[in-house]
C-alpha cells in the first residue's frame, strides 16, 4: 500500500487531537490580564506543551514518511498505536491543568510521553525493517542521539514528580525534551535530496 492515505489519515487524527485541547481552554470570568493569567494560565501553558509535542510527532511523522514508499500492516499497526498514544495527550493535559499540577497527574503525562516515544520508536524500526539493509531511513537516522537521550528527560520527569513532588521541575524536563526536538534535525531532509539527485 502506498503511504498517501496513511499520511492523510495521521494528519487528521493529529488535526483533531490539536482541536479536542483547545476545546478543553477555560475562558477566564474577567476580562483583564490577570483573569486570563488566574483562570487560564495553567490551561495555556498544558495546552502548549502538548501542542509543541503534537507538533513534533507530526513533523518527524512527515519527514520519515519522505522516505517510505509502501507500508505493510505491521506499519499500519504501529502507526495506529502510535495516533493511540497520542489521541491521550488531551486527556492527559486536562488532567495535569485541572490538578493544578498534582503528582499523578504530572506523572501520567510523564508516562503518555513514553508510550508516545516508544510507539514511534517500534514505528521506525518497523519501517527499518520492511526496507531491508539499504533502507534510507536507517541511513538517515544513524546513531539517533535524540531518540537515546529523549527518555532520560522524561524518567527524570516522572521521577522528580513522583519522589520528590515537584511538578515544575517534573514540567521543566517535559519541556526540555520538547526544546531538544524542536530544533530543526536535518538527517532526513539530507538523505532525501541524495535520493532525489540519485533519480
Same mark, same amino acid.
Given at each position: ?9 495521521? +494528519? /487528521?487524527?493529529? &488535526? ?15 476580562? +483583564? ?5 488566574? #483562570?487560564?494560565?495553567? /490551561?495555556?501553558? %498544558? *495546552?502548549?506543551?502538548?501542542? $509543541?509535542?503534537?507538533?513534533? *510527532? ?15 500492516? /505491521? ?9 493511540? @498514544? ?5 486527556? @492527559?493535559?486536562?488532567?495535569? #491543568? ?5 503528582? %499523578?497527574? $504530572? ?16 514505528? =521506525?524500526?518497523?519501517?527499518?525493517? =520492511? =526496507? ?8 538517515? $537516522? /544513524?546513531? !539517533? ?14 521521577? %522528580?514528580?513522583?519522589?520528590? +513532588? =515537584? &511538578?515544575?521541575? &517534573? ?13 530543526? !534535525?536535518?538527517?532526513? #531532509? ?6 532525489? @539527485?540519485? +533519480?
Amino acid at each position: 500500500m502506498r503511504t498517501s492515505r496513511l499520511e492523510a489519515f495521521s +494528519d /487528521g487524527v493529529l &488535526a483533531i487531537i490539536i482541536t479536542i485541547m483547545v476545546l478543553e481552554l477555560k475562558v477566564p470570568e474577567s476580562h +483583564d490580564l490577570s483573569g486570563l493569567l488566574h #483562570d487560564s494560565g495553567n /490551561g495555556l501553558l %498544558t *495546552y502548549l506543551l502538548s501542542f $509543541v509535542w503534537i507538533g513534533i *510527532y507530526w513533523v518527524n511523522h512527515h519527514h520519515m514518511f519522505h522516505l517510505v514508499r509502501q507500508v505493510g500492516g /505491521g506499519v499500519l499497526w504501529a502507526n495506529l498505536a502510535l495516533l493511540f @498514544t497520542l489521541s491521550l495527550l488531551p486527556f @492527559t493535559t486536562a488532567w495535569m #491543568d485541572e490538578s493544578v499540577f498534582a503528582r %499523578t497527574p $504530572v506523572v501520567v503525562y510523564g508516562l503518555n510521553l513514553i508510550a508516545a516515544a516508544l510507539a514511534y520508536l517500534v514505528l =521506525q524500526r518497523l519501517i527499518i525493517r =520492511q =526496507q531491508g539493509p539499504e533502507s534510507p531511513l536507517r541511513h538517515a $537516522v /544513524g546513531g !539517533d542521539l535524540k531518540g537515546k537521550i529523549s527518555p532520560f528527560f522524561y524518567l527524570a520527569g516522572i521521577l %522528580t514528580a513522583l519522589l520528590v +513532588d =515537584q &511538578a515544575a521541575i &517534573a514540567v521543566a524536563f517535559f519541556a526540555a525534551c520538547a526544546l531538544l526536538w524542536f530544533i530543526p !534535525d536535518r538527517r532526513i #531532509d539530507r538523505v532525501v535530496r541524495e535520493l532525489e @539527485t540519485v +533519480d
